[in-house]
């Protein structure tokens, strides 16, 4: 991933959404935001305990950073409900975990601090969409949900879709003791070791399942838990902030001012 930082804001942006220069998108880390401990700094999610005030304001900035004004976000709610959204972020009243619009200058926005934010491209259409999965997420199969839709409401390929899968819970950090009664079958190949479990791997192999193409799926493989530093994780410490991920198709033709570097 591409680490960019502007305004003391700092994001992480995906390889292959490099060449799609209609595509505006960040993973947002936490720092340079308004919020103090334990939601220090930059928490951009609701109900955690946090100001309110505050929180408006870091979504603020980080769209500033990115160019845009305007935005939308649903209560998530670890379901695998998926919204085609309007314009105008009042009227999306429903509680939705996946967002989907071919606006231009919308930045669809999604919480996250082990979950997994899922950004969807078809530079074909030119539509976007961005999704929250959490292992519920996965039981319930929201990926295969949001390419459904794609294909309902805009005739996406699903060979035409690009997949970017944002740092999120990592394989060592995973633990599920009672998987049997939480998990599908299926998902039991996928422990690396005992009741630890490789989610990431589940998502490209729903994905595929689909039709998404191998080489179209771009996984960050940074683990929310293990990197404190950089991201909030409802597992290591409950009460905590929420990561940002955004992502927007944009018509002007403005690029961002950031310094960037290759994140090793």
Not at 215 to 243: L, P
Request: proline share 4%; with cysteine.
């Amino acid at each position: 991933m591409i680490r960019c930082k502007k305004e003391n804001i700092e994001w992480l942006e995906f390889e292959q959404l490099q060449e799609f220069p209609e595509v505006v998108h960040g993973v947002f880390m936490r720092h340079g935001g308004e919020s103090v401990p334990p939601f220090d700094s930059l928490n951009l999610g609701g109900g955690t305990g946090d100001d309110p005030k505050k929180i408006e304001d870091n979504r603020q900035k980080i769209c500033r950073v990115l160019g845009l004004d305007q935005w939308v976000a649903s209560k998530q709610v670890h379901k695998d409900h998926v919204e085609v959204v309007p314009t105008q972020k009042e009227k999306l009243e429903t509680g939705c975990d996946g967002l989907i619009t071919n606006q231009k200058n919308l930045a669809l926005l999604i919480k996250h601090a082990d979950c997994q934010a899922a950004i969807f491209f078809d530079p074909i259409q030119q539509v976007v969409a961005n999704v929250h999965c959490g292992w519920r997420g996965n039981v319930s199969n929201i990926y295969e949900k949001t390419v459904q839709s794609l294909q309902k409401n805009f005739h996406c390929k699903p060979e035409n879709l690009f997949v970017c899968i944002s740092p999120s819970l990592g394989p060592n950090a995973a633990e599920f003791i009672h998987y049997k009664e939480e998990l599908p079958e299926n998902f039991f190949s996928y422990q690396v070791r005992p009741n630890y479990f490789d989610f990431w791997e589940i998502s490209k192999m729903q994905l595929q399942k689909v039709g998404v193409l191998e080489y179209h799926v771009e996984i960050a493989k940074i683990c929310t838990y293990a990197e404190g530093k950089d991201f909030f994780s409802y597992r290591r410490e409950r009460k905590t902030g929420r990561n940002g991920t955004v992502v927007a198709l944009k018509t002007c033709d403005h690029s961002v001012k950031a310094v960037s570097e290759r994140k090793t």
